[in-house]
Nanobody, 113 residues
Framework: QVQLVESGGGLVQAGGSLRLSCVAS????????VSWFRQPPGKEREFVAR????????VYADSVKGRFTISTDAVKNMASLEMNSLKPEDTAVYYC??????WGPGTPVTVSS
């Protein structure tokens, strides 16, 4: 079993930056991939970024490519999502995911114009 908890969400102005963190606990040795998803208000949950837990094989959604950076630190059982040049359309609840089956409770991000 793997437990995930996100943190770092909040209210920022357009053009600003925010770093989200995901702390994993439990059987973390079984984590192979970590992903970030988001769910904008009134919309379906969508893929944001994915990485191997040990690094590499990084994939980004087109909507965030060049602005967001996913990183992992398996030793510290952490993953991060660095978000730069934020846009109002980035407003969503952001979720950390492991192995495509484990989910954190989410952390809300609101970008004001």
């Amino acid at each position: 079993q793997v437990q995930l908890v996100e943190s770092g969400g909040g209210l920022v102005q357009a053009g600003g930056s925010l770093r989200l963190s995901c702390v994993a606990s439990g059987d973390t040795s079984y984590i192979h991939t970590v992903s970030w998803f988001r769910q904008p208000p009134g919309k379906e949950r969508e893929f944001v970024a994915r990485s191997r837990w040990t690094g590499g094989a990084v994939v980004y959604a087109d909507s965030v490519k060049g602005r967001f950076t996913i990183s992992t630190d398996a030793v510290k059982n952490m993953a991060s999502l660095e978000m730069n040049s934020l846009k109002p359309e980035d407003t969503a609840v952001y979720y950390c995911n492991a192995n495509e089956v484990f989910w954190g409770p989410g952390t809300p991000v609101t970008v004001s114009s």
